[in-house]
């Protein structure tokens, strides 16, 4: 039998209203016409080779080491991934010393926020001896290759305590070989000085308009993360950006603005 209709007031019925899918990003604000040489220009400057990315045998491992990287810089967050793996060989002693044995460890490797990230390891391993009975995420290497399978495999990492999408997204392409895009603050940074995206859009929306205007191959956005990331920390910096030496000069608007300035 269907459902009667709502009824809130004499003569008045209210029918449920289906959600609207948002619209693109890319509808709002298409990328421009010098889109593609923006891809291959980057890719010539800063890695006309790819090297090969980082692959862990155990995904779990690949998420640990991106939470360590939140907030710390690559040396600080690598010596802290040393000392943690040395410390605990295998996850099961991590999850069995507790959060207060785990944050110990990362402060004496130095770096911030050792609680913190303490908390979400120890959370993460809790969650997956409670749910799956083992401390491993080899399954989402199971999901096909394909959309479906990789849209399975990002709520899968998205559903995990202590993982935010930027995680997920690193994860995926990094560690699973997977057509994700994450987008950092360097190319953030750039893509507003380019007006790529408006100046106002918050990085959630940036990295949705990436995600919809780069070409869905996962070598393609391995090379945009990687040569944007490089990008923004070498020439498109937050402070006395190389403007002259730019390869994205002609297309930046910025540029003659940041050149003025310099006098």
Not at 25 to 43: G, V
Not at 87 to 97: H, Q
Request: aromatic residues 8%; glycine residues 8%; contains cysteine.
């Amino acid at each position: 039998m269907r459902n009667k209709p709502e009824e809130r007031s004499p003569g008045t019925l209210r029918y449920p209203v289906p959600p609207r899918s948002r619209p693109p990003l890319t509808e709002q604000w298409p990328p421009p016409a010098f889109f593609p040489d923006y891809l291959r220009r980057l890719r010539e400057a800063y890695v006309p080779e790819l090297p090969l990315p980082r692959r862990f045998p155990e995904p779990l491992g690949g998420v640990i080491r991106t939470i360590l990287s939140q907030q710390n810089t690559r040396r600080v967050a690598g010596r802290q991934w040393e000392v943690l793996t040395a410390t605990y060989p295998r996850w099961e002693a991590a999850l069995a010393d507790g959060p207060d044995g785990i944050a110990a460890t990362l402060k004496g490797a130095g770096g911030g926020l050792s609680r913190l990230k303490a908390d979400y390891i120890y959370g993460l391993l809790a969650h997956l001896e409670e749910t799956r009975g083992e401390l491993s995420l080899r399954f989402l290497r199971d999901f096909p290759l394909t959309p479906q399978g990789d849209e399975e495999a990002r709520r899968a990492l998205a559903a995990l305590p202590g993982v935010g999408h930027k995680t997920v997204a690193l994860v995926l392409l990094f560690d699973l070989g997977r057509a994700a895009m994450p987008v950092d603050g360097n190319m953030e940074r750039a893509a507003k000085r380019l007006e790529l995206v408006p100046a106002g859009w918050s990085s959630d929306r940036v990295e949705r308009w990436y995600d919809e205007a780069a070409p869905r191959d996962w070598e393609t956005r391995f090379a945009l993360h990687l040569s944007g990331v490089r990008h923004g920390r070498v020439t498109c910096r937050p402070q006395r950006p190389l403007c002259g030496e730019c390869v994205l000069r002609e297309f930046c608007p910025a540029a003659a603005i940041f050149e003025l300035e310099e006098g």
